[in-house]
């Protein structure tokens, strides 16, 4: 049977303008602020070790879930502000927020902590804005506002307690945190301008820095915006040796749940000692694209969808 | 049996005994956490609908439902009267049972009649149907290579999105797991 699928692609293309000139604004934004563009190779040998991000196994080796663990390695070797647009590939991440190969941008900066990159994000975010000639867009409760700034900062554990009526520690005690934080916190966050959740439990931040003082609480924020996580970013762990230890224990746990094993990334550890204090952040170029078109589904703002192919 | 992730809408899976249906569903998955795969199940016996958030690890079982083929005859108010091409026995659905399949139900359709403990519950229409479209904007040529689609309606009354050189009178193929446009249909 001979199916029309050009049509459907003639009908992507406002969405694919508006993709192109976002990420031509992201790009003269880290230009203009001399950030290297750079590119790490997709095809890795050790992916981090996360107990719940799976990678898709390709010829031996597996497609990159993020390019992270390059990233880093150039921070460590000296580079001082680094970015990158990349694909990434999820196994089995497929809905209407989630594509199993997905565009991440991850920005790095040396000499900085999560507090610094937060500001990049409302400095980014509006400067797109400002390209599209918006001050913010519509959203599920009318319009949403992103260009006054500084945008609120909510911690995990006080955004349980407001949205959701628990502690995280209650949350995970009754291993039921991330359907609480999906279904009775999320839904709330960033409704008439961004919010960013920050301070998340330190089981939950396999790769962030701890917070001097607080020891169980990781420096990682997400920034949400219209309920939808748009970005993720951490005060980077510099310690190999509790890196390696954090490694190894989301490994035990993929291990236990049946899942993949990966080698460790050796090399990534063994450069880690000479990484400078440093932050970096992935954020989700398809759900920018989503929010800046007005649409509720990641397939109307790329061309093809593995169902499609 | 199905693993959570194999869940999507119209999925028919068993849960203690009663056959339900997945009439909404969606993949949630905080980045760095565990994937969930959040439904509305309606049980396909009494209609009793209610929202279950599952993980990967949960397994199903497929609902014991008997399929019989068997043709659309008529409908009348809430009734949609279907004959079984074997026994010739007339069996009724409501409109809820029949649900979105309303849509693709041309006349003398032959379709497959879900049974549970010889009660009929539900329907499965063929995936791909072909339908005259009988109303439809004009096109009007030049007007725009790119963009857009426009809605029209078929015979049963479905609307839908279609690329705008379809006219009013041409026939057309639908999917009707996804209700969208396929192609055109000549001749």
């Known amino acids: 049977m001979t199916i029309d699928h050009s049509w459907k692609l003639a009908a992507r293309l406002d969405e694919l303008r508006l993709r192109a000139r976002m990420i031509k604004a992201v790009r003269r934004f880290f230009q203009e602020r001399d950030f290297l563009e750079v590119e790490t190779p997709i095809l890795i040998p050790a992916p981090a070790p996360e107990a719940h991000i799976d990678a898709v196994a390709a010829g031996g080796w597996f497609l990159q879930t993020s390019p992270e663990l390059c990233m880093k390695r150039l921070l460590a070797a000296g580079y001082e502000r680094i970015y990158q647009i990349c694909k990434c590939f999820r196994e089995k991440e497929r809905g209407e927020r989630h594509l199993p190969e997905f565009t991440i941008l991850e920005w790095y900066r040396t000499n900085a902590d999560y507090l610094t990159l937060m500001r990049d994000c409302e400095e980014l975010i509006a400067s797109i804005a400002s390209e599209f000639g918006v001050s913010g867009f519509a959203s599920r409760q009318g319009k949403l506002v992103i260009v006054d700034r500084p945008w609120e900062r909510i911690t995990v554990g006080d955004a349980f307690v407001r949205y959701a009526g628990m502690t995280v520690s209650e949350a995970l005690a009754k291993d039921c945190f991330e359907e609480v934080l999906t279904a009775a916190v999320e839904p709330r966050l960033g409704v008439d301008a961004p919010v960013f959740l920050c301070d998340y439990p330190r089981e939950l931040s396999a790769l962030a820095r701890l917070k001097e003082g607080e020891p169980g609480i990781a420096e990682r924020f997400e920034l949400y915006i219209d309920g939808m996580e748009i970005a993720n970013a951490f005060s980077e762990l510099t310690d190999a040796g509790e890196q390696r230890r954090r490694f190894e224990e989301a490994s035990r746990e993929r291990g236990q749940k049946g899942s993949c094993v990966y080698p460790l990334p050796e090399l990534f550890l063994e450069s880690l000692p000479q990484m400078p204090p440093s932050a970096g952040i992935a954020l989700g170029v398809d759900r920018l694209a989503m929010l800046f078109a007005g649409r509720g589904h990641i397939d109307d703002v790329v061309a093809f969808t593995p169902e499609s192919l | ?187």
């Not at chain 2, 009494?46 to 014991?64: C, I, K, L, W, Y």
């Open chain 2, 1 to 187: 049996m199905f693993a959570a992730s194999d869940l999507r809408k119209g999925l028919r899976i068993k849960i203690e005994n009663d056959p339900y249906i997945v009439t909404e569903f969606n993949f949630v998955k905080p980045g760095k956490g565990q994937a969930l795969y959040r439904c509305k199940l309606k049980n396909m016996v009494n209609g009793n609908q209610f929202e279950r958030t599952f993980r990967s690890v949960d397994m199903f079982e497929t609902a014991d439902l008997q399929e019989n083929k068997m043709q659309y005859l008529y409908h009348e108010g809430d009734k949609y009267c279907f004959m079984d091409n074997e026994s010739y026995e007339q069996v009724f659905l409501t409109e809820d049972q029949v649900g979105e399949a309303k849509n693709f139900l041309l006349d003398n359709i032959e379709v497959e009649i879900l049974l549970f403990e010889n009660k009929p519950l539900g329907i499965s229409v063929p995936n791909f149907i072909d339908v005259i479209v009988t109303s439809a904007e004009p096109w009007a040529r030049g007007d725009s290579v790119s963009g857009n689609t426009k809605p029209v309606t078929v015979q049963t009354g479905y609307q839908l999105q279609v690329p705008p050189f379809i006219e009013e009178g041409e026939k057309i193929r639908i999917d009707t797991r996804t209700g969208e446009y396929i192609t055109r249909v000549k001749g």
